[in-house]
Nanobody, 124 residues
């Protein structure tokens, strides 16, 4: 079992930055690929980014590529999402998720564990 708790969301103006954190429980943190997803009202949950067990491999949705950066610190059981150059269309609830996988899951249905989400609002 792994428990995930997101933090760092809030209000920011267009062009600003936020850094989201997701703290995880358990002693097997390094076995999990970790993903970030987001969901806006009336829309489906969409993939944002994923990082491998070791942190060596990452993948981003085209909509956030070159603006967002995912990283992890296995010693701290934490995954981060640095969000720069934020746009109003980035407004959503952001969720972190974990899956015991050696590859990079992209589909939300592949993830076993989910956090409660943190709200990110970008004003224009």
């Amino acid at each position: 079992q792994v428990q995930l708790v997101e933090s760092g969301g809030g209000l920011v103006q267009t062009g600003g930055s936020l850094r989201l954190s997701c703290a995880a429980s358990g002693r097997t943190f390094s076995r999990y690929a970790l993903g970030w997803f987001r969901q806006a009202p009336g829309k489906e949950r969409e993939f944002v980014s994923v990082i491998s067990r070791s942190g060596v491999s990452t993948y981003y949705a085209d909509s956030v590529k070159a603006r967002f950066l995912i990283s992890r610190d296995n010693a701290k059981n934490t995954v981060y999402l640095q969000m720069n150059s934020l746009k109003p269309e980035d407004t959503a609830v952001y969720y972190c998720a974990a899956e015991d996988s050696a590859v990079l899951p992209i589909r939300a249905t592949l993830y076993e564990y989910w956090g409660q989400g943190t709200q990110v609002t970008v004003s224009s």
